[in-house]
Structures are given as C-alpha cells and as structure tokens.
C-alpha cells in the first residue's frame, strides 16, 4: 500500500531544499541559468515582483505555458504561485503537476477574508508569513513550508529581517513558556492552539521556513541564514541584477557558506551592479504585498 | 564513531539526528580537511543537481572519491545519484558505487510515496520523495530492499544507497545497517595497521 499526499511527503520535500535557493524564473532560459548555478528549485512567473509593481493592475497565475516550459527544461522541482484564496488557479497548478505551490501574496489576492484549505490539496504549498499566529495559520490550514515575506520587489532587505526576527522570536518564548500560558499566548497571536504545542514539543516550527522578499546580494542571502532561516527564495535579485549568471552562483555558494567571511568576500568581488532598491519607509502602504494575507 | 554528514545542502540535520540515535558521533562536513577525521559519511538527501555544483564550488569531489574508495559511504537519494557509478541521461559524479541509477523515477511531487518496505525481513517504513532508483546492479552488489520490482536499497561493499528517506520517519533500521558497516571498516582498518606494525 502506499499513501501520497500526505503530510511526511509535503513536508519533506521542503526539508530536501534546506541550505538551498529557490529563484524567480519567468522562462526556460532562465530556468537553465539558475539550475546551472545550483538552484534547489525555480518558482516559474509571468513577471518577477519588480515588474508585477512596475506593471501595476492586477497579477494573476501566470500562463500555463511558462509553467510547462520551465518543467520540461529542468529537472529541478518548479514551483508556481497561486493567488490568495484561489481555488482554481491552485488546482489548475495542481493538475499541472507543479512540484510546490506558493500561496503568495505577490500576486492580487483572490479573497481579502480566507485562504486555501491547503490540506485538501495532495501538492504541498509554501505560504508568506511576518510573525508566528501568521505562520501558525497557515501551517494550520495545511501548508508544508513557510517563508518570511519580506517585502518583494524592492531589493532592500530590511523587512526580511524584521520577519525572521519575529517568527524566530516568537517561537523560542512559546518553546520557553509555560504550558498553561500557552492558550493565551494563542488566542493574543491569532494562532491555532495545536500548532503552538507541536511547536513547543519539537522546540521549533514543525515545517521548513526560508527567507524571502529583498535579498540581492551573496551578503543578504548569507545573513538570512545566519539568522536562523533554512534558505532562501530570491526574486527580482538574479534576473534583475546586472550579471544573473555570477550573481545566481554567488548567491548559491554564499548562502551554504554563510559563515565563511573569506568566501563571501570573493563572491561578492566584481559582481556588477545588483537589482536598483526601494526604499520600503517611502513606499506608500497600500503598494506594501506583505499587507495582504490574513 | 565519528560519522560525518556532507552538509553543503539538504536534510542535514535530520541525517545527523539520525546518527546520533544509532549511537555514533555526527559532524557537519562543508570541507575537504574535515573529511579526514571521519570513520564513515553520509551523503544526504536534497537536490543532487544543486550539490554537484557546491561539491564543485568547494573543490571537493576528489577527497569525497578518495573517502569512497577507502571508508563506508551511505547515499541517500541525491547521495545515491552522486555514489553511482552511472546515472541515466545525466554524468555520474563521485561513481564509487557499481550501479547504475535513474533520476526522478517515480514522478513528479504530486507522486511522492510512504511505503512499508521488507528489508531482509524487517519492516522498514519508507518516504520516497521524487525519488530515484537503481535500474542496474554490478558484480557483487547486494539488492536489499526493492519496491514494485525496482531496487531501491542496496550495498556494495563499504558503500550503501538507499532511494528512500530513513531519515524522515522515527526507523533507524537502515543507520543502524550503516553503523555496522562503519564499525566493521574501522576494525579491519585498525587490525591492517597492526599487521604493518
């Protein structure tokens, strides 16, 4: 007998790309570069999130045809992005065979109230998260890997820090809490109570977390591993920096070695110019993705 | 024992847990230098692509094909794709296990499997996640586990590979199968360099 689509194969795929990076594709060419670099895993798109924000209106799932071109020129897990709350575009994925699905807030939300019922689905899903009655939801709704949200697009990695931070905080007091508190703590984070007592028994989170949303150089992608995640998701800061080939190896070879200070030195040489930022305090709060989720 | 793990990328921690509850001592191996002190090395599951070009990035795919000729190697997975001596459509990597593998046999994510597996008589409960398999084994080779008709565990020698994940479920059967092997390898080693002596 076997069983597919349950939580230890969901959830073990993602385990299978930790200390790894998992980048923004948006065709076959790309996908080729970032496996030659050693990517763990592409998220195939219609547009990276600098130019969703450029382009404005309405993002979407992208074409079907990105997703199977990018399939079947890599042999690397490919990952797509669903919107918020869309059934359909997640089941479409699904049927698609993408190997992850990205519940993301990158793209227009579909439902300002409810997520997926990621449970239902036998394709296991990441989703953003910027605190732990965040992340708990949506491990509670089902996802099998998380990923801090940063802020996408903007190359500046000051929200991914302040998310890492967060989630990671937040878990070492529920690991360091009393048990009777933990019901309170669960009703003030918004979290469902059973994720916070699989949290405290394992003295972790129980899925796979990575970094996401303004990493753009070897440093950046170094210092999310320093501070705790389990890798990283690299957007708009590959294909959109000057050199994507070095920059995509430097990236890959900094985030293993993030404590080899020598090593980051050589990766970072003469990588030419990275992705231009965004200043995240001047950026008006309804262009901010990382409002969207609920 | 001092059991390494090659910790470039993947389940590192798990394959460690795993070793420590076997009863051996587990390092994290990102050098060619830290390869010297180990009795035995695990190559992990993750992404076999992705670890070719970190094992490249890190000069060290001549010290892991020196380690495998002389000391127990257990690839699981991606570690089995990097042992085989032939690897289907694809370059074999260190190519110190005589067997012949296919990549992502069993399908895409959507495919993905838990098992219980027979291994020499016992029950092994097994995750195969985009999992490979060996197509063909040489001389020698001991099939130790197979499913539907295709192996998926088997020994040669001193090295052992293994398509599933026993570092995903709570059965050390598999590692503790490695430890012997390490053991053994440490005992003849020592009783040869008495010999010398």
Same mark, same amino acid.
């Given at each position: ?101 990205? !519940? ?49 697009? &903007? ?34 984070? #918004? ?53 994507? !080939? ?9 985030? &293993? ?14 990588? #030419? ?17 990382? !409002?969207?989720?609920? | +024992? ?6 470039? @990328? ?20 990102? /050098?060619?230098? @830290? ?15 992705? +670890? ?17 000729? @002389? ?25 110190? +296990? ?36 060996? /197509? ?44 012997? +092997? ?16």
């Amino acid at each position: 007998m076997i069983q597919t689509g349950v939580d230890a194969v969901k959830r073990g795929m993602a385990q299978m790309q930790k200390g790894g990076v998992i980048m923004d594709v948006i065709n076959a060419e790309q996908a080729k570069i970032a496996e030659a670099a050693g990517a763990t895993a592409v998220m195939a798109l219609e547009r990276v999130p600098s130019d969703i924000r450029k382009a404005g209106g309405v993002a979407r799932m992208a074409d079907p045809r990105i997703m199977e071109e990018v399939m079947n020129a890599v042999s690397i897990p490919v990952m797509a992005k669903a919107r918020i709350g869309h059934i359909v575009e997640a089941r479409v994925l699904e049927s698609m065979g993408v190997d992850y699905i990205d !519940e993301s807030e990158v793209l227009t939300p579909a439902d300002e109230e409810y997520h997926l019922l990621k449970s239902d689905f036998s394709v296991p899903f990441v989703c953003g998260c910027r605190d732990l009655g965040e992340a708990a939801r949506r491990i509670g709704e089902g996802a099998a890997m998380l990923r801090t949200k940063g802020e996408p697009g &903007t190359g500046n990695i000051v929200e991914a820090v302040r998310h890492l931070r967060q989630v990671n905080a937040q878990v070492r007091q529920v690991v360091s809490m009393p048990k009777d508190e933990l019901m309170t703590l669960a009703k003030n984070l #918004g979290a469902p109570f059973e994720v916070l007592l699989q949290i405290q028994a394992l003295g972790r989170l129980p899925v796979v977390n990575f970094a996401a949303g303004g990493v753009a150089t070897p440093a950046d992608a170094a210092l999310m591993m320093e501070l705790g995640a389990d890798g990283v998701f690299v957007g708009s800061g590959i294909f959109k920096s000057e050199n994507p !080939e070095k920059f995509a190896k430097a990236i890959v070879q900094a985030t &293993t070695h993030y404590q080899d200070y020598a090593r980051i030195t050589e990766l970072s040489k003469e990588l #030419g110019a990275p992705m231009k930022g965004i200043d995240v305090t001047s950026m008006p709060f309804e262009q901010r993705m990382q !409002e969207r989720g609920w | +024992m001092k059991i390494g793990v090659l910790a470039l @990328q993947g389940a590192v921690a798990e394959h460690a847990a795993a070793i420590e509850a076997v009863g051996a001592e587990a390092v994290a191996v990102k /050098t060619a230098a @830290q390869l010297e002190a180990l009795d035995g090395l695990v190559l992990p599951g993750g992404e076999s692509t992705a +670890m070719r070009r970190l094992i490249a990035g890190a000069n060290m795919l001549e010290a892991l094909q020196v380690f495998a000729a @002389q000391k127990p190697v257990f690839g699981t997975c991606a570690g089995l794709i990097l042992l085989a001596r032939d690897v289907e459509n694809d370059a074999p990597h260190i190519g110190a +296990m005589n067997i012949t593998v296919a990549r992502n046999s069993f399908g895409r994510q959507i495919d993905s499997f838990i098992t219980d597996l027979d291994v020499q008589g016992t029950k092994v409960s097994a995750v195969f996640i985009r999992a490979p398999h060996i /197509t063909a084994v040489g001389d020698g080779v001991e099939v130790l586990a197979t499913f539907d008709g295709r192996i998926v565990l088997a020994r040669d020698g001193h090295l052992l590979g293994c398509a599933f994940h026993p570092e995903l479920t709570e059965n050390r059967y598999v590692f503790g199968l490695f430890l012997e +092997m390490v053991k053994k390898s440490a005992s003849a080693r020592l009783a040869s360099h008495e010999n010398v002596l």
